[in-house]
Nanobody, 128 residues
Framework: QLQLVESGGGLVQPGGSLRLSCAASGYTLRYYAIGWFRQAPGKEREGVSCISSSGGSTIYADSVKGRFTISRDNAKDTVYLQMNSLKPEDTAVYYC?????????????????????WGQGTQVTVSS
């Protein structure tokens, strides 16, 4: 069964950068759209970014446009989230999840029902 494992989180100062990785285990993720989500204490889960299975289509939340970049290397069964110019409000647990491409197309409307495989999350803390 497909398992997703996030890594790359940590503590970074405002304005700094981190690169998160979402790696597949048990089954390939190359046929799936992959989304990145985050959840901070007391706040709802937020869709951050999504990439189609081919990598040809991406979408970003307004809050991260121009700062974050999603990419994938299907040969390595890995999806990345490059996070630059980090702000304290980016602090959250970040999760990746897999969906069929048809479900991934609904990411922009905040319909995440098709994302049925989730990783365990990695903590990102932006603080001085």
């Amino acid at each position: 069964q497909l398992q997703l494992v996030e890594s790359g989180g940590g503590l970074v100062q405002p304005g700094g950068s981190l690169r998160l990785s979402c790696a597949a285990s048990g089954y390939t993720l190359r046929y799936y759209a992959i989304g990145w989500f985050r959840q901070a204490p007391g706040k709802e889960r937020e869709g951050v970014s999504c990439i189609s299975s081919s990598g040809g289509s991406t979408i970003y939340a307004d809050s991260v446009k121009g700062r974050f970049t999603i990419s994938r290397d299907n040969a390595k069964d890995t999806v990345y989230l490059q996070m630059n110019s980090l702000k304290p409000e980016d602090t959250a647990v970040y999760y990746c999840a897999a969906a069929d491409d048809s479900g991934g197309e609904m990411f922009g409307s905040a319909d995440y029902s098709a994302f049925v495989r989730w990783g365990q999350g990695t903590q990102v803390t932006v603080s001085s």
